[in-house]
């Protein structure tokens, strides 16, 4: 671990015309740390990753990636601190194909990762290359984005709630994915409801409500601690 985070979050505000969601948020994550943000429908989980990546303009505070203030920058500029995000509902452009996705998602200098190894990781994919987004399947739509979001080689990997409407076989796989990634020592925020793959996947998790951190905890201490964990999120 370094002395620095690679991303510093600091009493960050946003929202939407005039509604104010994220209430100052500060979150930090190091190199090679893996954080689950757990929370409520509409705690803000969603407007704090896409904060950070630049898609929803923060009010006020700061989001720091690697000593690099990327607050308020574009998405791009975001991206090339070395910060992916892979959405919530995936977003894979239905009339492409798999191949197609990849290669406009592959960076003109050749990075880390390439499709060839996307392919390795997930075989699926490679399997379904010639397949348009509108016909794979949730879990493959769901590696698709991942694989897209690798292309950047990223060092930050935003994940928000990779396991959306998947069936527990395949949340299974895609947890074995992210898992092999964070152990590569890519840092890693995951938003999650499915506390079994955020347990999986993160070190430490933060619970968001209403748009606070209102908890945080490792991962072992918030397991071992049913009732807080019951009161925060409402389940067991
Ligand atoms: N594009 C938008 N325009 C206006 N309000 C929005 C927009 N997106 C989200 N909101 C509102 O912001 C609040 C936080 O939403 P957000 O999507 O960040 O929550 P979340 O924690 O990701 O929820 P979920 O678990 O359902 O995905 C909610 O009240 C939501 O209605
Ligand atoms: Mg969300």
Known sequence: ??????????????????????????????????????????????????????????TSGRVVVDGVDVTGRAPSVVARTGVAIVPQGR????????????RISERRVAGEWTIERIYELMPRLAERKTNLGSQLSGGEQ????????????????????????????IVEQVGEILVGLAGTGMSTVIVEQDLRLAFAVADRVAVIRKGEVAHEATVADFRRDEAVAKSLLGVG
């Open 142 to 169: 769901q590696m698709l984005a991942i694989g897209r979001a690798l292309l950047s080689s990223p060092r930050l990997m935003l994940l928000d709630e990779p396991s959306d409407g998947l069936a527990p076989a």
């Open 1 to 58: 671990m370094t002395g620095r985070p690679l991303l510093e979050v600091t009493d960050l505000v946003a929202g939407y015309d005039g509604s104010r969601v994220l209430q100052g948020i500060s979150l930090s994550v190091s190199t090679g740390e893996a954080v689950a943000l757990l929370g409520r429908n509409g705690a803000g989980k969603t407007t704090l990753v896409e904060t950070i990546m630049g898609l929803v303009r923060a």
């Open 91 to 102: 977003r894979v452009f239905a009339p492409l194909t798999v191949e197609e996705t990849l």
